[in-house]
């Protein structure tokens, strides 16, 4: 007993989960359905970039990165505001999840390196913010656009002018929220290292083949068997750092959302509220289901994808579950930070929601 009650202090997003799941196996009990919930490359992505980006830490990759950022930045809201935007920039090319298990590790590694280690929950939060709302822009940027882009058959060039003004606006807001960053001067600590040419070379590598993945230049099976099996050689103490709490969450979310959206209730429920604003309920349905469910849900009731898309993309700011990004977030800082999550729970709720009303407020007037 004392393991599990052990388990769940350190994995609070799992065991919600698998309350979540477990509750809608009650109405949906198990069947050969089932089978097609996973989203097997997202869940195989999710995996190598983990790898790899432990990999990375071994060779402190992150601490040499981080180096570089406060020698060009030497003010503690430059560096900020450097990490939001390659992490903003980041989700528009390798998916908002990709860009945090990415850039959130070098956040962390800037912030301890520097003695700065008070400002991670506002860095933190705003990386995340920065992240589901950067990836609006690119129909790879984040999982519902790519679901939604090719659901309806959205055009480019449509998808891009549907996208832009939040986007804009998401950009505007995100900078100005970095101001309240102070400008305190930053001096690195810790000695200067050096990186192991080979296996930089090699780790590389191996993260570029996971873009690969996710831009579907590469079949996702190829990089599950190459990644693991190279790690194996090079650094196999990588593999066993891999966050699979993380990943059993991705599992235990694709359960849930697929359960849901099978129910006739919950169906009948949100065809109707549709009708009366697309782009409201989108938001709402993802504060209480995320919005890759809620994108899944609901297109299967309307016909007008241009609030939909809107509203499943601004709609991943506001709650914890409103995006699995966010999640990750979570976990990240959990990780780095154990007992001081209600003060972060608290800060994040304050940011996401006056982001997620300006731009609700934004799109009400422009739809």
């Known amino acids: ?52 980006v432990c990999a990375l830490k071994n060779i402190q990759f992150f601490y040499l990165l ?45 912030l301890k390196r520097t003695g700065k280690e008070h400002a991670m929950a506002l860095v933190f939060i705003f990386q995340n ?27 480019d060039g449509e998808f891009v002018s549907i996208m832009l003004p939040p986007f804009l606006l998401s950009i505007t807001l995100i900078t100005l929220c970095c101001f309240l960053i102070p400008r305190d001067p930053l001096q690195i600590r810790g000695e200067r290292v050096s990186l192991p040419k080979g296996r930089t070379a090699a780790y590389l590598a191996l993260f570029v083949l996971a873009i690969l993945i996710v831009f579907r230049s590469v079949p996702y099976w190829i990089g599950l068997l190459i990644i693991p099996a190279a790690l194996l050689l090079l650094d196999p103490k990588a593999l066993k750092m891999v966050d699979y709490p993380l990943l059993c969450t991705f599992v235990l979310f694709f359960i849930f ?62 709650t914890l579950i409103a995006s699995l990004a966010s999640l990750i977030t979570f976990r990240e800082y959990a990780r780095y930070n154990q007992g001081r999550m209600l003060r972060y729970v608290l800060v994040f709720t304050l940011f996401n929601f006056l982001f997620l009303g300006v731009l609700c407020v934004f799109e009400l007037l422009i739809l």
Request: hydrophobic share 50%; proline share 5%; with cysteine.
């Open 1 to 52: 007993m004392s393991r599990i009650i052990a388990f769940v202090k350190r994995n609070p997003v799992v065991t919600v989960a698998a309350a979540a799941a477990l509750i809608t196996m009650i109405a949906v009990p198990p069947d050969g359905q089932y089978r097609s919930y996973f989203d097997w490359r997202t869940l195989t992505c999710l995996f190598c970039v983990l790898a790899v």
């Open 66 to 110: 981080a180096r570089k950022i406060v020698e060009r930045f030497r003010t503690l809201r430059m560096a900020v505001i450097a990490l939001v935007y390659i992490t903003f920039i980041g989700s528009m090319l390798i998916a908002n999840d990709m860009a945090l298990l990415t850039f959130l590790p070098l956040g962390y590694y800037v």
């Open 129 to 155: 913010i920065a992240a589901n709302l950067g990836g609006m822009l690119t129909p790879f940027g984040n999982p519902q656009n790519l679901y939604l882009y090719s659901h309806f058959g959205i055009p």
């Open 257 to 318: 959302s697929g359960n849901l959206a099978r129910i006739p209730e919950v169906r009948a429920f949100f065809a109707g509220l549709l009708q009366k604003n697309t782009l409201l309920v989108s938001v709402a349905s993802c504060q209480c289901i995320s919005n890759v469910p809620t994108a899944i849900l609901l297109s299967q009731f309307t016909e007008n994808y241009r609030p939909l898309l809107v509203g499943v993309n601004i709609g991943g700011v506001g």
